[in-house]
């Protein structure tokens, strides 16, 4: 069997992560045979409707890399979807659940506390994009968050109605489907669905007229919102600063702010999912920080504890505090690995400057894929921000989305050894969320390969 070995600079030995070489390595095709055998497995033991992107099943990880069970090593510009933001099985992380775990593993917050748990909450209180005093309750994942969100939001104004956007993805419990937009593959036959939940047309810059400004788009979603419920029954507006499932759609400038100044006006309390976005993605702690909007409430996940699953809802003092006590918990929230992993993650974010990290990626990312669009008419949009990047994917000329040609592209990729996902409500985006701290020579690498796969020709990474 041969083996392909990818160093961008051959002449400098590749960085090493947690025992793994960042360099992409195929010894077998992509997925090899033992992989194989382990999808027959699978198959035949878990349940069919839990989706699978690329299965190449994984032994071991760190850095950007996937390391399979038939040796080959993947570039991962994934990070199980935006979840290991400082890389995987980053040493301070790992030392920090280890030594967690040796002292114990589960007590249940709401029985015997410990302080991991406040520890964490301090800390989010000082990194979220909510003004004055905070409150936090910690959960297992990110739908849970948002289900939380809303149950808050409807205890500290006494309303009931919950206002969302289109393309909007919040998760699949019963509430959180409701509230996603996209039928196929999280809604149909689910149903039927939590009430009160208002959709209102999203800031979508490639698919709105050409022209309209973010204030215009807000005024848009306020008019839908009001006429469908009217601003006095609406206990919070839940909005993703950029969409991330919904295909990494980012409103044009002035669509937040006006959304909450609205939202401010009419006692509205506004929500941030900041599940997908949060934790130096975008290139700022949280992506509301771009527009120095502040919200009521955020939700966190993912990135929060680098692969620990670990949720919360953030907020301020006295929207949190309307809840009467016993109102808010479960058995797991806020588990003490998974806090002591939120510490060493939040630490990373700071001492190697995260967010730094992620604009770097972007100035080398987006000029690349920019170049790309000459030699890949489909390429209607390239956008995101900081190191959540996407290219929508159009019959050239046209709006109208190619989703056969994101999953030739998604398939080329994987097929090279690296790991791209697809996302959007029409399948035709491809996104990019590397780990922050991923090697420059391992992004080039990769960044290369998604080039060839948009274009058909090999060419550099910049
Ligand atoms: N809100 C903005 O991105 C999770 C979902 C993958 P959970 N996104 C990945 C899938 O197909 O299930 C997400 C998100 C935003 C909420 C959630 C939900 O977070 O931890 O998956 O429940």
Redesign the pocket.
């Known amino acids: 069997m041969t083996t392909v070995t990818v160093d961008a600079d051959p002449t400098r030995s590749p960085a090493v992560v947690a025992g793994v070489e960042q360099v992409r390595r195929l010894r077998t095709a992509v997925p090899g045979p033992v992989s194989l055998r382990l999808r027959e497995r699978r198959a035949a033991a878990v349940a069919a409707g839990v ?1 699978m992107v690329l299965p190449a099943f994984v032994e071991r990880a760190g850095g950007a890399v996937l390391v399979d069970v038939d040796g080959n090593s993947l570039v991962d510009l994934g990070a199980g ?2 979840v290991v933001n400082a890389g995987h099985a980053h040493p301070r992380v790992v030392a920090a659940v280890t030594e967690q775990a040796e002292a114990f593993l589960h007590t249940c917050f709401m029985v015997t506390p410990y302080e991991g748990y406040v520890a964490v909450a301090e800390r989010l209180g000082g990194l979220v994009p909510v003004d004055g005093p905070t409150r936090t309750v910690l959960l297992s ?6 289900e939380n969100a809303v149950k808050i939001a409807r205890a500290a104004t006494g309303r009931d109605a919950v206002a969302v956007f289109d393309h ?6 019963n509430l ?1 489907m409701a509230m996603t937009a996209k039928a196929m ?2 809604k149909r036959g689910f149903g039927p669905f939590a009430g009160e939940v208002y959709r209102a047309p999203m800031s979508y810059p490639f698919r709105d007229p050409a022209g309209l400004t973010g204030e215009e788009a807000a005024e848009r979603a306020v008019r839908s919102l009001v006429t469908q419920v009217g601003a006095e029954e609406l206990a919070c507006l839940v909005i ?1 600063p950029i ?3 919904g295909g990494f759609v980012e409103p044009a400038p002035g669509f937040l702010p006006a959304l909450a100044a609205w939202c401010r006006d009419h006692g509205v309390l506004l929500v941030a ?5 949060g934790f130096a993605r975008t290139g700022d702690v949280f992506a509301l920080d771009h527009e120095g909007v502040r919200a009521d409430l955020v ?1 966190v ?2 990135g929060l504890a680098d692969g620990m ?1 670990l ?1 919360g809802v953030v907020g301020r003092a006295e929207v949190m505090d309307a809840v009467h006590a016993g109102g808010l918990g479960g058995t797991y929230g806020g588990n003490p690995v998974a806090c002591a992993a939120a510490l060493a993650s939040a630490d990373v974010m700071t001492e190697e400057d995260l967010p730094a990290r992620a604009r770097e990626i972007e100035a080398v990312l987006r000029p690349a894929l920019e170049a790309a669009r000459e030699h890949a008419p489909g390429i209607g949009d390239v956008r995101g921000r900081g190191a959540m990047l996407a290219v929508e994917l159009v019959r050239p000329g046209t709006l109208e989305p190619d989703a056969a040609e994101a999953a030739r592209v998604a398939r080329t990729c994987h097929e090279a050894g690296v790991v791209v996902l697809t996302c959007g409500t029409y399948g035709n985006v491809i996104r990019l969320l590397p780990p922050l701290t991923i090697d420059p020579a391992l992004l080039a690498d990769g960044t290369a390969v998604l080039v060839e796969a948009l274009t058909g020709r090999a060419g550099s990474a910049a």
Not at 168 to 173: D, E, I, L, P, S
């Open positions: 989706g979807i935006a994942s990110g739908a849970e968050a948002v909007a993805y919040h998760g699949r419990t959180t593959p999280y993703e969409q991330g499932e999912d900041e599940i997908q976005t939700t996940a993912k699953p949720a």
